[in-house]
């Protein structure tokens, strides 16, 4: 596979090179492997940290800056930070006001973020931590026990991050956070496997002709596996997966996300179905967001997630932010 790199083992270091580059409102800890906000620890706000896996971008470390996260950890490419990363990172953003740890649920982050937060509480660091479980499609995958961790990702850390933005408590930002994750349900489509840079070949095998439903952002196996659908075939399936499990009576936040090697004419595509289908199950859209920002580093394909919202998430979705890959208000 032709790829953009120099050598595999140092294709996250050179990303935050590039990263630091580009965002001079960052302060990347290249090292230490640590994204921060350069105006951290922000004067009695509560800090907001989460990580993972690299091969996600812009997650996490394309959501550091006013509105959003405080610090994000990239680990190795889908492999979990270790705790002294995210420790450190919460030292660097804790303002005394605590710190929300914002948690994806596949087994390593859980470990590790566990592990991290009693470093920090030794170290006099309130913590307090939401675990993020969105995708309908299975229960105890590949590196999970429970349902994986996904797109809602995004809608917990812009809402919960408007909330700390606006000075709320520790208490009232988890509480924030965990309302998001209740109410968000995922479902995601891969038409071509993705390929690591350290094995330089795809994860697994997709022939032409065939599409992967309800995969995990690692590349991880579906439920199910198809002849090629349309995308209007596609929005009918992942949608009502979905709505069978989220069963909304309030608007949705809906994001239309690409998983890493789909273009923009092709989401937007797939946005217009998708709109078509909720508006066929009567289900009202209140905000829209449309682009790769959950990834699976090359994966062509798609996912859909749906937030019911109240007034309070409309408004403070509404917020302002500014990060690297999502800004408005500012």
């Known amino acids: 596979m032709k790829m953009l790199i120099n050598v595999p083992e140092t294709v996250v270091a050179d990303a935050l090179r590039g990263m630091a580059a580009a965002h001079p409102e960052l302060t990347v ?27 996600h971008e812009p997650l996490h470390g394309g959501f550091v800056g006013p509105g959003m996260l405080d610090a994000a950890c990239p680990g190795e490419v889908f492999t979990s930070p270790v705790p002294d990363q995210m420790a450190r990172a919460a030292a660097a953003v804790d303002s005394g006001r605590g710190v929300l740890f914002v948690v994806k649920n596949y087994t390593g982050d859980v470990l590790n973020f566990d592990m991290a937060a009693e470093l920090a509480e030794d170290e006099g ?15 105890d995958s590949t590196y999970t026990a429970g349902r994986r961790g996904t797109g809602a990702t995004l809608f917990v850390e812009k809402l919960a991050g408007a909330a700390a933005e606006a000075g709320a408590p520790l208490e009232r930002v988890e509480a924030v956070a965990r309302q998001v ?10 038409l071509s496997a993705c390929t690591t840079p350290a094995r330089g070949v ?30 209007g075939e596609i929005a009918d399936t992942a949608v009502d997966a979905v709505l069978d499990d989220l069963r909304p009576d309030r608007p949705v936040l809906a994001l239309v996300n690409g998983m890493g090697g ?16 909720l508006g066929e199950r009567r289900v ?15 994966m062509a394909g798609c996912s859909v997630t749906l937030c019911q919202a ?9 917020a302002p932010v500014r990060t690297p890959a999502l800004r408005w208000g500012m």
């Open 202 to 231: 795809p994860t697994f095998d997709l022939p032409p002709g065939e599409l992967e439903l309800g995969i995990g952002i690692h590349g991880e196996p579906g439920r199910e596996r198809r002849g090629m659908m349309t995308s």
């Open 181 to 190: 994750v209740e109410s968000s349900r995922s479902f995601g489509v891969a």
């Open 284 to 298: 009202a859209v209140a905000r829209t967001l449309v682009g790769s920002y959950v990834t699976s580093l090359d």
């Open 262 to 277: 789909t273009p923009l004419l092709e989401l937007y595509g797939f946005a217009a179905e998708v709109h078509r289908v």
């Open 29 to 55: 800890d290249v090292e230490n492997r640590v994204v921060v906000r350069r105006d951290a620890p922000v004067a009695d706000k509560v800090g907001l940290v989460s990580g993972g896996g690299s091969g």
């Open 125 to 139: 660091v309130q913590v307090a931590r939401v675990l993020v479980d969105d995708d309908v499609a299975v229960v």
């Open 310 to 318: 109240d007034e309070e998430l409309l408004r403070l979705w509404d």
